[in-house]
């Protein structure tokens, strides 16, 4: 074979490689029914409520072939001007839910708020990437969920959803950590996966302050 023909079938190799490989990540992305978003809003907690936050997941699935699905944020709101309250858990469907490389992440609702196995390995962005957490730089472990650790929204007056999810200012947001281990030297580290502590505000800095990039965890309810 000479060195032309020779350079002809290296690209047809490479060239059947990448299209193997491509095929492979989208089998993957059609299979996962749960990520944690690799982008935030450019508003900070301000998602445009639980419509903008389930569009947002949706947009970042159908990115990377998993749009057949119906995807919503996990993310409660509380009652207000006559709207009953809504609790995260009751949003994202029955499971099981499994990351983009088909990890299982929790067989269903009540394993999910129990013993699931949510973690910085685990707790995948869309595209298959890892959070970065504790000890990162910048630390983006905070994801916003406005619920207590059962999955359901809060009560009372004192905000804990960012005005469910319409401002980018003054106000506060619960968290979960996603990067929970058992020997992490962060004195939170080991907190609930969906909720934490409050954010410092709602702006794109103020969740800075604490650890947050405005991320979100997504799952399919279908």
């Not at 059947?16 to 059609?30: K, P």
Request: aromatic residues 6%.
């Amino acid at each position: 074979m000479n060195s032309s023909a020779m350079q002809t079938a290296l690209r047809v190799l490479m060239v059947a490689a990448m299209t193997a490989a491509s095929g492979q990540a989208l089998a993957q992305s059609s299979n996962m029914s749960f990520f944690v978003t690799s982008a935030g809003s450019d508003k900070g907690a301000d998602l445009g409520g639980l419509a903008g936050a389930d569009r947002l997941c949706q947009s970042l699935a159908t990115a990377v072939g998993a749009g057949g699905k119906t995807w919503h944020a996990y993310l409660s709101t509380t009652a207000s001007g006559g709207s009953p309250a809504v609790n995260a858990r009751d949003r994202i469907g029955k499971g099981p839910w499994q990351n983009v490389k088909g990890v299982v992440i929790a067989k269903d609702v009540a394993e999910l708020h129990g013993k699931n196995n949510i973690n910085k390995q685990t707790g995948l962005t869309e595209k298959g990437a890892t959070v970065n957490g504790f000890g990162d730089t910048p630390n983006q472990h905070d994801i916003l969920t406005g619920s207590q650790a059962d999955g359901i929204a809060f009560t009372g007056a004192e905000d804990k959803t960012c005005g469910n999810w319409t401002k980018s200012g003054e106000g506060s947001a619960i968290v979960g950590h996603l990067d929970r281990t058992g020997t992490n030297p962060d004195p939170v580290a080991n907190a609930s996966w969906n909720s934490s502590h409050a954010t410092a505000g709602c702006s794109v800095d103020l969740l800075k302050k604490t650890g947050s990039a405005g991320y979100l965890y997504c799952f399919a309810s279908n």
